[in-house]
């Protein structure tokens, strides 16, 4: 491997998994090159002033309207956010301002908006090698079942047995929604690096790609039995899930406080729709093993107890209690990006016989391909990267873009 920039010896070195989709027309010898996108360096948890959601707890349901809520819950319709009405798109921030107020008197509240977030990081920040579920085909749904307990939670703080917990499409348009920002709204999270005004890269959000993944694995990530072996992502989460949380930066740029940023859920409620856009393609095409269907994770429940729930039973939606409006994606035409060498590139030679079987598949057209690059220092995290396949003499053609997002060592 040649780079034109040396990188800082100091920082870990980490084997990780490219899996590329769209891979252009081209022959002959074979070169990549990767180019760094800016950092994005997390910021603090915001933490916020006491008392600063007190408003909310007006709209907080007495225990008894929340039993009954729970009780009286039937199969929920999760919409784009920017279709919910003004009375919905009030109820859910008004439901997030009492977790959050909860969370300001007690930050230990099992139902608060801190214990949710860290819930996450519990599972998410690799600080407990065992519980790790990304990087895995555990990424989906655990996720799934997170989700559901927030949205449970948001429910019954309003008492509205009807709530259901809305995603962000961000493929509709390229930019943050504007229900997520604004200076005394619950939704807002100040250590965003971009506000609604912003763009999101288009290369980005390539979920039509993502979508072409022919199996489970390639698209979810790879099994990971027992927490034994190496952990394997799927083309899923290291590109549109792991660009959009880097792109928005700050709490979103890093598990241990993603779930902090209420945006988190839109993010992830759209995730969790591709999964179902991704059966509706290539139908139940799921893992049989039992160590996935049978692996059990425990979620706190809508009133600070435990509950626990099988893979095997988070697969469909309804079991949960939700349903989508639709797992339609509008994705933008997506101009590729120009290759710019220079010191934030590096390039990577390939044996003959990988080149061989990379040009093979590149004449075939737009296919589902796997580039593994091993040992790989990484000069800083997160790091961004955008993939660039070309012949020798001739300029790179772009092939993909993926994030890698910090993790603890």
């Known amino acids: 491997m040649k780079k034109s920039k040396k990188t800082n010896s100091g920082n870990a070195r980490r ?18 090159g990767a180019g760094f996108g800016i950092p994005r360096i997390a910021k603090a948890i915001d933490y ?35 279709d919910l009405t003004a009375q919905e798109l009030t109820k859910f921030k008004a439901a997030v301002g009492i977790m959050r107020a909860r969370s300001d008197i007690n930050p230990l509240d099992p139902t608060g908006w801190t214990s949710q977030a860290l819930q996450h990081a519990l599972y998410c920040s690799s600080a407990v ?26 429910a019954a703080a309003i008492g509205d047995k009807d709530f259901a917990l809305p995603y962000w499409d961000w493929t509709r348009k390229p930019y943050i929604d504007p229900a997520y920002s604004g200076f005394g709204n619950p939704l807002h999270d100040q250590t ?15 979920i ?22 190496e952990l394997v992502e799927g083309v899923m989460e290291q590109s549109f899930h792991n660009n959009i949380h880097n792109w928005i930066g700050g709490n979103m740029g890093a598990f241990p406080t993603a779930a902090f940023d209420p945006i988190f859920t839109g993010h992830h ?27 059990v994770f425990t979620y706190p429940t809508w009133d600070g107890r435990l509950t626990r729930i099988a893979v095997k039973d988070m697969i469909k939606t309804k079991n949960l209690g939700y349903e989508f409006t639709d797992v339609e994606y509008r994705q933008l035409s997506i101009t590729p990006p120009a290759f710019k ?48 396949i070309g012949t020798e003499g001739k300029s790179p053609q772009y092939i993909s873009t993926f994030t890698i997002l910090p993790v603890q060592t």
Not at 355 to 367: F, L, V
């Open 269 to 295: 409620g759209n995730i969790d729709r591709a999964w179902d856009a991704w059966m509706a393609i290539h139908g139940k095409k799921l893992p049989t093993d039992e160590r996935w269907l049978n692996t």
């Open 48 to 82: 916020l002033q006491p008392g600063e959601w007190e408003e909310y707890r007006k709209y907080e349901a007495t225990p008894e309207q929340a039993l009954r809520a729970m009780r009286e819950r039937k199969i929920v319709t999760r919409k784009h956010i920017g």
């Open 341 to 388: 060498p220079g010191a934030t590139s590096f390039e990577v030679n390939v044996v003959d016989k990988h080149r061989q079987q990379i040009a093979n598949k590149m004449k075939s057209g737009r296919r589902y391909g796997l580039l593994k690059f091993e040992r790989v220092q990484v000069p800083t995290h997160p790091l961004c990267v955008r993939i660039f």
């Open 15 to 32: 084997h990780f998994i490219k899996q590329v989709a769209g891979i252009a027309a081209l022959s002959g010898s074979i070169g990549f």
């Open 208 to 229: 039509e790609a993502a979508l072409q993944a022919p199996n489970f694995f390639q698209f979810a990530g790879y099994p990971y039995p027992d927490g034994q072996g």
């Open 129 to 154: 090698r065992n519980l790790q579920v990304h990087w895995c085909w555990f990424f989906l749904p655990w996720h799934r079942g997170y989700l559901h307990s927030v949205e449970n939670m948001l």
């Open 192 to 206: 965003r690096l971009y506000t609604s005004t912003d763009q999101i890269p288009l290369d980005f959000m390539d």
